[in-house]
């Protein structure tokens, strides 16, 4: 191999190595040439890393195998185009900071990439960079923006192209913590982006209208930083801006965890273990998962808050985990569950149930909002189409589209639906109470007759961060959960397929021969 096809292959394989230097290396053939291309790739990745910024979620352009299999950074980013409060409470060190810091580049310079689906700006904006101390300040999200404020400015996310000038230091009692600094916008004028403390107080967030309010960590509840959040909340009525909260949940349920919990519109929570974070040595994690105090652990490594009475479920995700290709025997029973979401999102969930052992497998869940029922007909049959499908007592009611019931629309596009409702008792339908099946799935879960497939992930979101209020259940981000409660509470009506059931209420339009 020589040297211009050894460059090649080296820079093919490299994961930050962009499509479009690949269609200029195959035009290419002179040792010169290559030189040119490699030295502004050179460039770009030390001082115009946003252009080569593909987030997870994006693997279908990187073909990396070792790739998140939940695209949550992208799933932040699309979040911000309706919502004007997003918070991605996630595990430390899988890459929050480095989802947050990108986006807050974008805004600043108006440089958004062809897959950009989020929020935009067309004209230039004042930018909040929010830190706990000027410490944390300028080692993090001042260093992930512009890398440094001498020899290395312009080697963080905003190109150096783009920062005018030199950024405005403070008397902090130690060098280098930026102020505030220029950058230029695509539209020609110069957008601001000033860097505040939580140290601060509350006072020193009020004033000018800001367009993005980018928090990295949460500020304390106490006199001096409790109104941090709520101050610059205020100030982005007159702007219809955006505020992101990238964090690790170490202070437990805070105001602003819970205001996130409670939901709402315009409200967007998103989280990520380091299970979804394929970057991290395998080993290490598991040296720092041991390193770390027990009651620490699930924050640090999931993202879960530091909570006692309020959450739900507490049995470790470890427990209940098992890998994707755990066998699954013909005479398992099978069954799945939906949740319609009318106005939230709609789930599925598949069980297969070893009688034997009695243990419950939760092999599969799909969840999207915004689609109708034909759509998720079809989520529903991707896989094993023959199952039958346990649903809550509102598919009794009628689409207001087409004056249907909502159950026969799915039964109409060919779903296997049970002849009724859930139900504990096959007498009592309508609406369920929800603590005995909580219950039964509590017991489950701390006995081992429960376990979950770890490609689950939606379901795991939702069971790390269901939890009570005041003591009721918070109804919120519960979908694929209560998707797998449907299945579980009517686990009696399994079906195997290739055995005859005697069962009288078999599924409508479902038989049990081949």
Known sequence: ??????????????????????????AYSSKKDLKLILDELTYRKRYDKLSLYHPYGLEETLRIPDWSKKPWQTDFHKAGYDNQERMQMAANRVGKTASNCPETAMHLTGLYPDWWEGRRFDKPILAWVGSPTNESSRDIMQTGLLGGVDIELGTGWIPKECIYGKPSTKQAGMSGVVDAVKV?????????CQFKTYEQGWRKWQ??????VSIDEEPEDNEVQGRIYTEALTRLLTSHGIMMVTFTPL??????????????????????????????????????????????REARTKGVPMMGEGRVFTTPEEDIKVPDNTEIPAHWGRLKGIDF???????????????????????????KAGQDSEVHAQAINEVNPWVPVAWPHDGGNRDKANGIKLKENYVKHG?????MSARYDRDKGGGQ???????????RLRTGGLKVFARCTDWFDEYRNYHRKDGQLTKLRDDALKASMYAIMMKRF???????SRKKNIPQGFTTRI
Not at 207 to 212: E, I, K, N, Y
């Open 207 to 212: 004033g000018t209208a800001p367009h993005v």
């Open 415 to 419: 779903v296997k639906m049970l002849s």
């Open 251 to 296: 202070l437990g349920v805070t105001k602003l965890v819970d205001h996130y919990q409670q939901g709402g519109d315009g409200i967007w929570l998103g989280t990520a273990t380091w299970d979804d974070a394929p970057h991290l040595d395998k080993k290490e994690v598991h040296r720092m998962i041991m390193s770390y105090p027990e009651h620490e």
């Open 433 to 443: 109470p929800v603590e005995p099946i909580i219950m039964e799935m509590q017991e």
């Open 184 to 192: 230029r916008h695509v539209s020609g004028g110069l957008s601001t």
């Open 494 to 500: 399994c079906a195997t397929r290739g055995f005859t």
């Open 341 to 367: 979401g009318i106005s939230h999102p709609a789930a599925v969930c598949d069980i297969a149930w070893d009688r034997d052992k009695d243990v419950i497998y939760i092999t599969r869940v799909w969840k």
């Open 1 to 26: 191999m020589n040297s211009l096809e050894y460059l090649r292959d080296l820079h093919f394989k490299s994961e930050w190595f962009p499509q479009e230097f690949k269609d200029h290396l195959s």
